[in-house]
């Protein structure tokens, strides 16, 4: 055998080995789509047409709601693995040793939103289904909200907020379609039992967050309506959102208490 030949059969024996250590996680397959890029790997290709039509439909319940469209493009990335969701959020949020918990499927900031790829719920985390096609579709609205909301506010990826997380939770939820029926009557439910948090700040904490944090948001959009809704997008702590609606903590409390017991109109469920 020839030098050359050999050292070419060398080359891509090696090249051979190389390619097939590299982590299929890092070969994106990226593809533009109306208002975004979608990144996804080989893993998920045969659901990537299924996928689509939920962030079509997500994307336009929330420029429904803000009767607008996304200020700019974003990426949206599929991760075929709970290893690949934490590489992500381990590099963007600085955390080298950080570890999702099992119900952590997605986030999403004002320039991309990372989702575990769906089909794969219900191996790789805990209080998700995929097939619950409702639940799904909410959640990925729940992202994009938070991607246009993060577009508009001055802290793009919501790391400098004070204040407003049961803003920014409670209208991902509202907005989505999470604060069901189910949810409404959880929350009147624990109001007659006085379980309620004493402050705004605490509501998105616990097992009724989602009811909670969402409830707050859909009392003000009926009392304030929604263009008000969108003129606090903006802000990142809670005393410029209070001053703008001219209003104080205790006065939302205790509107959303009075209200929420009666029968509020289910917006979105
Ligand atoms: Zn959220």
């Given amino acids: 055998m020839k030098k050359q030949t050999l050292f070419l ?5 090696l090249s051979t080995i190389l390619f097939g250590w590299t982590n299929v996680e890092d070969k994106w397959i990226v593809e533009k789509q109306n208002g975004y890029s979608l990144y996804y790997t080989t893993l998920d290709k045969q659901d990537i047409v299924e996928y689509k039509a939920y ?32 590489s ?6 600085n955390m080298p040793d950080f570890k999702s918990q099992c119900w952590m499927v997605a986030s999403g900031v004002s320039n991309k939103l990372d989702i575990i790829s769906p089909k794969k719920w219900d191996s790789l985390a805990c209080e998700h289904s995929y097939s619950d096609s409702i639940k799904t579709l909410r959640l990925i609205t729940h992202e994009l909200v938070h991607v246009y909301h993060g ?9 400098d907020v004070t204040g407003i997380d049961w803003f920014v939770e409670g209208l991902a939820v509202y907005a989505s379609g999470q604060c069901d029926s189910v949810r409404i009557s959880e929350v009147k439910k624990a109001i007659s039992e006085n379980r309620i948090p004493e402050t705004l700040d605490k509501f998105w904490t616990g097992n009724l967050k989602y009811g909670l944090s969402g409830t707050v948001v859909l009392y003000l959009d009926k009392k304030f309506g929604r263009e008000q809704i969108i003129s606090l997008l903006n ?4 005393e410029e959102l209070l001053n703008t609606l001219n209003t104080t903590e205790f006065e939302i409390m205790n509107g959303w208490r009075d209200t929420s017991v009666q029968n509020v109109e289910i917006k979105k469920g």
């Fill in 235 to 238: 802000f990142n702590n809670i």
């Fill in 9 to 13: 059969l060398l080359t891509v024996l």
């Fill in 55 to 86: 962030f079509v439909a997500g994307k336009k319940t929330v420029e429904d709601f803000f009767q607008n469209s996304f200020k700019n493009d974003f990426s949206i990335y599929i991760h075929p693995s709970r290893s690949s969701l934490d």
């Fill in 151 to 159: 577009q508009q506010n001055k802290s793009p990826d919501f790391s």
């Fill in 88 to 93: 992500a959020w381990q590099k963007d949020w």
